[in-house]
Antibody, heavy 122, light 106 residues
Framework: DVQLVESGGGLGQPGGSLRLSCAAS????????MSWVRQAPGKGLEWVSA????????YYADSVKGRFTISRDDSKNTVYLQISSLRADDAAVYFC???????????????WGQGTLVTVSS | SYELAQPPSVSVSPGQTASITCSGDRLGERYVSWYQQKPGQSPVLVIYQDVKRPSGIPERFSGSSSGNTATLTISGTRAMDEADYYC?????????FGAGTRVTVL
């Protein structure tokens, strides 16, 4: 069975940093793109970032470009999201999602993790 | 930036049909996916590539797309279908979600 397990969420200070991790199992990790999707309290889903398989080309939403960095370690079946310059509007549940294709394009998210909560406060 | 428009809410009686629309510029030229999210849970893919249903998703869920509008239809709606539903597409290097539609089964 496919499993995606996020970790690394917690309380971050404005202007600070956090690193989220997503450990994957149950599929050939290096064959698929991976994404992060966030959901602020009481709000809808917002795609944040994606990374293609193998070579790992990154993609970012305009709202996080320059502050977030996505990466992957295929030897550990893990995708990461480095969040820098934290802002109040970054507070959300961050979901890891498996793409159905190797390169982000006209694919869909066929598996999701349970999410990890990021709160921002001084 | 690309936007997908969904109605905020849809109400339906048990056993009736619920239709949720998703509109965007030239949406018919892109694949649309639909996700169901119940309170406190992660989203679940219910329709992909406009009309396809993943394994394990009931047949009462169906999708269609034409022109600028994609539609998720729930036939014979059950109380367990009460949830938020999001459409999603790809545009110019980014994934885009609609704002979501809350389906209430009255």
């Amino acid at each position: 069975d496919v499993q995606l397990v996020e970790s690394g969420g917690g309380l971050g200070q404005p202007g600070g940093s956090l690193r989220l991790s997503c450990a994957a199992s149950g599929f050939t990790f290096n064959n698929y793109a991976m994404s992060w999707v966030r959901q602020a309290p009481g709000k809808g889903l917002e795609w944040v970032s994606a990374i293609s398989s193998r070579g790992g080309s990154p993609y970012y939403a305009d709202s996080v470009k320059g502050r977030f960095t996505i990466s992957r370690d295929d030897s550990k079946n893990t995708v990461y999201l480095q969040i820098s310059s934290l802002r109040a509007d970054d507070a959300a549940v961050y979901f890891c999602a498996k793409d159905s294709v190797a390169v982000p394009s006209h694919g869909e998210f066929d598996y999701w993790g349970q999410g990890t909560l990021v709160t921002v406060s001084s | 930036s690309y936007e997908l428009a969904q109605p905020p809410s849809v109400s339906v009686s048990p056993g009736q049909t619920a239709s949720i629309t998703c509109s965007g510029d030239r949406l018919g030229e892109r694949y649309v996916s639909w996700y169901q999210q119940k309170p406190g849970q992660s989203p679940v893919l219910v329709i992909y590539q406009d009309v396809k249903r993943p394994s394990g998703i009931p047949e009462r869920f169906s999708g269609s797309s034409s022109g600028n509008t994609a539609t998720l239809t729930i036939s014979g709606t059950r109380a367990m279908d009460e949830a938020d539903y999001y459409c999603q597409a790809w545009d110019s290097g980014t994934y885009v979600f609609g704002a979501g539609t809350r389906v209430t089964v009255l």
